[in-house]
């Protein structure tokens, strides 16, 4: 049966293909007997810190493991399958025709803003879920006023195996296949963004680069060298929050120089084995939340469970590249942005990197939308999965502010 918001506006230039996920059952079986068969290291002294503060304790491993055992992917597949996904051969001119996966909600109004929803690492469409619900819950095909449209990135999820295995994936070529899967769908008079981690990225590169991107709104807005300023104008909250993050660039990002010096090692080793991945990757859902309130164990099992049946993980470190010849080089890795382009940035405070409003006032003369959810519980670096409700409103209200003052 057709979904009520499954209708790709008409006029598009392309017409994507209708998809339904489903895993065969027989890596169903062989997941689950690699999970079961995977040894977990002996006790050490590192690995019983509760603290964490080298990295997941075996305790956890062993707990998400046995969960694991009993986990039932098909309930996730229905999920994802009860909203409309789509796949879309989108053409690239360093790339060439790549394949792209999107879940998106149309709207049957013809002033519908088109906005592109952006995940990051080690994130995914599924980070988007839980704000879908709340805008079927909030609105009908007649009344929304949002194509939304929440993709895989290239060598992600459902768009992992698009990844090209004969050349080096570049950030600007990955915001050129979203802006082009944009105007294929109709979207040439003009769309918004919306990123956070490495989404960010991209929705910043895409403001940079194409003037149909009309206006962004960001979740984590990283400073590069050209974007600090003095110390002197920040609040005591953002001086306290600057020092946090400093010591997180300086104790917390070891994994991005072995995505980005050494991705072909950590890409094969995390390849081989569920309950490696599951502790890679398993810890950035534990540091980067908030400790009080911190993500069930099924979420993020199905986050993990979506990079391993997709073989994601490979494919995706490419962002940490630049990232890492930065850090190595003692520099801030730049990412070029419209200063024109009108932003809206929403600050949760355990974000791990993130840039005062000052210092943002100062970078970017369109910034029209600044928030800090400084009370907030369980906020963090997956705002959308974290906080759909306060992300969304965040993100109605700027898009709004923007409708009434252009038209876009």
Not at 115 to 125: A, D, K, L, Q, V
Not at 240 to 253: E, I
Request: glycine fraction near 6%.
């Amino acid at each position: 049966m057709a979904h009520a918001y499954g209708t790709v506006p008409a006029g598009a230039p392309k017409q994507p293909e209708k998809f339904t996920l489903r895993i065969p059952d027989q890596e169903i079986a062989d997941f689950k007997k690699l999970v079961e068969l995977s040894k977990i290291g002996p006790d050490t002294y590192y690995n019983q810190q509760e603290d964490r503060r080298f990295g997941v304790t075996r305790k956890w491993l062993i707990n998400a493991k046995q969960t694991w055992l009993k986990y039932d992917w098909r309930k996730t597949e229905d999920r994802i399958n009860s909203f409309p996904n789509f796949k879309a051969k989108v053409n690239q001119k360093d790339l060439g025709t790549t394949e792209v996966h999107f879940a998106a909600l149309f709207s049957s109004k013809k002033d519908a803003l088109p906005i592109i929803f952006m995940h990051g690492w080690p994130g995914s469409f599924l980070e988007f879920l839980p704000m879908l619900d709340l805008l079927l819950k909030k609105y009908t095909p007649e009344t929304l006023p949002y194509h939304v449209i929440v993709p895989s990135l290239t060598g992600y999820g459902l768009s992992a195996s698009s990844a090209p295995v004969d050349k080096e994936l570049a950030l600007d070529q990955v915001a050129g296949v979203m802006h082009q899967l944009m105007i294929d769908l109709g979207f040439g008079n003009g769309y918004a963004a919306q990123g956070g981690d490495v989404g960010s990225f991209m929705a910043r590169l895409m403001s940079a680069s194409f003037q149909e991107c009309k206006a962004v709104h960001l979740n984590m807005l990283y400073p590069g060298s050209d974007d600090t300023g003095s110390v002197d104008v920040l609040t005591a909250q953002e001086l306290q929050r600057t020092q946090k993050m400093l010591k997180w660039r300086s104790t917390g990002m070891s994994y991005a120089l072995e995505h980005g010096l050494r991705p072909a090692t950590i890409g094969l080793v995390l390849s081989a084995s569920p309950i490696s991945l599951l502790a890679w990757i398993g810890e950035k859902y534990l540091e980067w939340v908030d400790d009080r309130y911190p993500l069930q164990l099924e979420t993020i099992l199905d986050l993990v469970s979506l990079y391993w049946f997709t073989s994601t993980f490979p494919r995706s470190v490419y962002p940490y590249r630049p990232l890492a010849e930065s850090i190595s080089s003692g520099s801030q890795m730049l990412i070029p942005t419209s200063k024109e382009t009108r932003l809206g940035y929403s600050l949760f405070p355990n974000e791990v990197s993130f840039m005062p409003k000052a210092w943002a006032e100062a970078v970017y003369p369109n910034l029209k939308f600044y928030r800090t959810h400084e009370k907030t519980p369980n906020d963090g670096h997956f705002a959308a999965l974290e906080q759909p409700e306060l992300f969304l409103e965040d993100v109605e209200e700027f898009f709004k502010m923007v409708r009434a003052t252009s038209k876009i």
